[in-house]
């Protein structure tokens, strides 16, 4: 989900649709016994309120097998129409809001508030630790206190087409095993022209097609790691060194109108609100390190040209699937959507799944995460310990099925997603930053999405970022804000003053130029 859907969704969350119970619509059968253990008046009941109907099939399953097994009734009931939280406060105060449910974690502070979420049991949170990827926890974190259980995540990676990358692993190291005999007084020239030619036949091949390779995959693997880029500057480097095949037009591409797929450039420069996203003292905006990321961000627009009117997520994950570039930046949906479009024979390549390149050598890259957290509602006093009690065996003891059932991605750990692919998006997830709780800068994201388009389009990067820091701690104290200006660092300006000596011509070249013209 982009983050302007998940921005839309907090505010509104449009499914047509009216209060669902859950256990109706699972399709599931139940037997005579069952119903009459489930539906027994003696059960303890405990409403669980959520709005993605795609999670509808999942919670009624997970719901009857709880119920089953223990002295409590769990109903799931889909919810509807706009301002979720609102609704739940609403009914809350009727007396009939539900007694735990399921909401973004930066919407935690408000939930918090609200006296809609409750510190999670302190017996329970030790454990924890152990049992949820950290980021999640910080995710479900507010003043220090859990008050959420970390359920799915949403980030994103580097995906990339294995097929095009196993292909020039191939062809470079038939290159180089050429370039050694060659250095080596090995090969007669009659041997290196034979050499030349199957080079250039491999070549054609593997823009037609997979190469059969007389390596070993644990050869060509490693070749590939070699080959990834690691850095901006390394994927400027493929670009202009990767002989494509016709098909491609373009080598990496993603969807710049969003901060989504945008933030990680400055993700690790950055901060709102720490490392939880609640703390208004740790605001840290405009500094050299964010200065320099926009600069390369800016950087990559010059190098790779992406009109932002042809830039939306869905149509480039879609150019993807036909091979028409290399690398994208792309969320955890993408594995469905990828693995589906294979099983349909409308995706004939293989793809990989790698971390986000970093800016340079000395400054690294975070992506942005939203975790869904189960939240136990404060005023459901009755039902505090068997609210408690189902959200850790929803969320831990349910992890496995969760992908399978949902397209969504567990924040528990040790867990077997099933494809290589999430496993790297769980590494990813681990280093990322959650989205903020702070209220104060709930517009935060908007106005940083701004800056990203002003700037990938030729805006002053260190004006930008100076004016949006300024803005935003206007915003959380209230008072008159104003950022001493950054000049470039030493290292900068010498770099530039290096290139701009490089463009002027000598003395002597000058005088050689005076008299040429003069002759």
Known sequence: MSLKKRLAAVLAVAIAAGLTFGIAKSGREITEK????????????????????????????????????????????????????EKINQATIAGEGPDLYIIGNDSLEKAYLAGLAEEVEPSGTEAMKDEYIGTGL???????????????FETSALIYNKTYLQDMAVTRMQTEEVQAAEDAGLLTNEAIEEAEQAKEASEDAAKETVAEPSYTQEQITQKMQEIL????????????????????EGVFKWD??????????????ISIGGEAGWDPEQIDIYNQNSIESMKVYQEMNQFFSIETAQSDYESILDEFINGKMVFTVATTDAVFKLEDAKADGLFDYEYGVTTLPDINEELGTRPLSVTSCVVVNGYALDHRQAANDFAHYLTVQNADQLY????????????????EALSVFAEEYEKSISMP??????????????????IWNGADANEKLRTLSEEIMIQ????????????????????TEEEQQQDEPSKEQAEASEEEAFD
């Open 476 to 495: 959380v104290t209230g008072e008159d804000y104003q950022e001493p200006y950054l000049e470039e660092t030493a290292a900068k300006q010498e770099e």
């Open 34 to 85: 069952q119903e009459e253990i489930i539906f027994s008046p003696e059960k303890e009941t405990i409403y669980l309120w959520y709005t993605d109907e795609i999670l509808t099939s999942f919670l009624s399953s997970v719901a009857v097998s709880y119920n089953e097994t223990h002295d409590v009734r769990v109903v799931p009931v889909l919810e509807s129409g706009p301002e979720y939280l």
């Open 256 to 269: 710049v109108t969003d901060i989504f797929y945008n933030y990680f450039f400055v993700g690790n420069a």
């Open 404 to 419: 399978a059932r949902t397209g969504k991605v567990s924040s528990s750990s040790n867990v077997d997603y099933g494809y």
């Open 437 to 454: 709780k702070m209220l104060e800068t709930s517009n935060f994201w908007v106005k940083l999405e701004a800056a990203f388009s002003e």
């Open 229 to 248: 880029p690691s850095n901006m500057e390394e994927m400027k480097t493929f670009a202009d060194s990767y002989d494509a095949p016709v098909q491609v």
């Open 138 to 152: 910080l995710a479900a974190t507010y003043k220090d206190k859990i008050i959420g259980y970390p359920f799915y």
